[in-house]
């Protein structure tokens, strides 16, 4: 039971960080900031190794609860 409440914890951090990227989207698409521009885009590259990275987790995780599960 732990281990599918984990993967559901893991589903919630994915949303939060696809509704981040399409905010950071955003942003970049309305700022003309140089600057700020580059500090949303080293954001982006961040939470997209970060969704990766949680997402390779997840998929591990999901495998592991099915394969015990039988």
Known sequence: MEDKQEILNSLEIHKKQVVSLINAFEAL?????KLLNRLIVNNIAITLFELIDT????????????????
């Open 29 to 33: 698409d309305k700022s003309d900031d």
């Open 55 to 70: 997402l390779v987790n997840t998929e591990i995780d999901t495998y592991n609860y099915l394969h015990r599960r039988g």
